[in-house]
């Protein structure tokens, strides 16, 4: 099967990841979507990060009811800091009979040299980067020339509509009491009232 995979410390999930994954998966024809929360980001300070009991929760919770999408703890399982390139080898390990598409937004596109050992990244699964508006589409191209012939990288570029919602802005909003429906799934948004997170 093409399993799209959407890693990220999901804190909290919202809509956004929600729908770069239908998106993807229809675009690049994935037969499902694997969301994989972080256990510790070595690139993220771990203030204001919910644990991840809570993170996997709010996650399963956000795509419950969706056969074709599915829930891993298999970064939270792992000591230490979490890197992708651990994960990609683990996937593999376990499911050689699978092929991976590593789904992020644009900006990851820069930044994915500094991740450890980027090279192992792009010979364990192809790329699919969304790009948050058109005019970023031709930028994005050059970016993905110059990585598929540096690490013989196969990078699908991905237009996206311009969903301008990011974890930070909701913990914000959630701390200071203003409304998150429609932003973060119903179901999520009672975990985080019941569990008490992000209270300033």
Not at 133 to 141: A, P, R, T, V
């Amino acid at each position: 099967m093409k399993i799209g995979i959407i890693g990220g410390t999901f804190n909290p999930i919202h809509i956004g990841h929600l729908v770069l994954a239908t998106e993807a998966m229809k675009e690049y024809n994935l037969d499902e979507i694997w969301f994989i929360p972080t256990g510790m980001s070595y690139m993220k300070s771990q203030k204001q990060i919910a644990s991840a009991r809570d993170r996997l929760a709010m996650t399963e919770l956000a795509i419950a009811g969706n056969e074709r999408m599915k829930c891993l703890d298999i970064e939270i399982k792992r000591e230490g800091y979490t890197y992708t390139y651990e994960t990609l080898e683990q996937l593999h390990r376990e499911y050689p009979e699978h092929d991976f598409f590593f789904i992020f937004g644009a900006d990851c596109l820069y930044t994915i040299e500094t991740w450890k050992l980027p090279e192992q990244i792009f010979s364990q699964c192809e790329i699919i980067a969304a790009a948050r508006n058109g005019s970023l589409i031709e930028e994005m191209k050059t970016k993905a020339t110059e990585l598929e012939k540096k690490y013989d990288a196969k990078i699908h570029l991905m237009p996206f509509m311009d969903l301008e919602i990011s974890s930070t802005v909701l913990r914000e909003r959630l701390m200071n009491g203003k409304p998150v429906k429609y932003l973060i799934p119903d179901a999520v948004i009672e975990y985080i009232s019941e569990n008490k997170l992000y209270k300033d």
